[in-house]
């Protein structure tokens, strides 16, 4: 695999945890980025209107992923699939049992390796969906900490290997070994190297606090980080 091949697969993100949703979509606008990933995880019902709002004044086209909130409608999903050909939605375990089941899009929905009470319970939940959402920094920290999180990683490992890997969520692991939404340095990224390619899919998205213009940057650096490790 070639480093613009990587390149493209990787993701910058308006977050809505751990980030001003705001200036970034402001930065997306004055950018002209076309694609890219949203983050809904802190945004209600108003909020998430108004995103969609600004959205429509940008250049973007596609939105490939979005975390989704428990909240959200059917009619939500229905819009974000026809206006951004959105391919994967993630969600947490315990808010796809509770609010998503029945919803159309079942193949777009992939439940995420999260951890902190939101973790996967039973992978044969995973059937009635697309798969499994792999958050690397969790994943990573869960391997870390493997005498605290043994069920934790062992789950996740197992869900990679035996359903389709639908899409990535990628944070910064810090030296302690814990995850977290904001990059300081690259070298808290330098993590994913050491991780096989099978946990990564078509769609790695950079869920970062940090400004856009700074992802871009990161996803430069990953893209070359990962084609030497992809390659070996």
Not at 92 to 108: T, W
Not at 150 to 168: D, F, M, Q, R
Request: aromatic share 12%; net charge positive.
């Amino acid at each position: 695999m070639t480093e613009a091949q990587i390149l493209k697969r990787i993701y910058p993100s308006i977050v809505t945890f751990g980030g001003d949703w705001r200036k970034m979509l402001k930065e997306v606008s004055d950018l002209k980025l076309t694609e890219i990933s949203l983050f809904l995880t802190c945004a209600n019902k108003t909020e998430r209107q108004e995103i969609y709002k600004a959205l429509k004044k940008t250049k973007v086209k596609k939105i490939p992923h979005i975390h989704a909130r428990h909240d959200m409608t059917q009619d939500e999903f229905d819009y974000l699939v026809k206006t951004y050909n959105t391919k994967a939605f993630t969600v947490h375990y315990q808010y796809y049992l509770k609010y998503l089941k029945g919803f159309k899009h079942q193949d777009k929905f992939f439940i995420e390796n999260n951890g902190y009470g939101a973790d996967i319970k039973n992978l044969s939940v995973l059937k009635q969906v697309g798969g499994v959402c792999i958050d690397l920094s969790h994943l990573e920290h869960h391997r870390r900490h493997i005498y605290q999180h043994k069920k934790k990683y062992e789950t996740a490992v197992k869900a990679a290997s035996t359903y389709k890997v639908g899409c990535n969520h990628l944070s910064a692991v810090l030296p302690n070994g814990l995850s977290h939404h904001k990059v300081k340095n690259f070298s808290e990224l330098e993590y994913v190297k050491n991780i096989p390619k099978h946990f990564f899919s078509p769609y790695i998205n950079l869920e970062l606090g940090n400004s856009i213009k700074q992802q871009l940057i990161f996803k430069k650096k990953l893209a070359k980080l990962l084609v030497k490790s992809w390659n070996k």
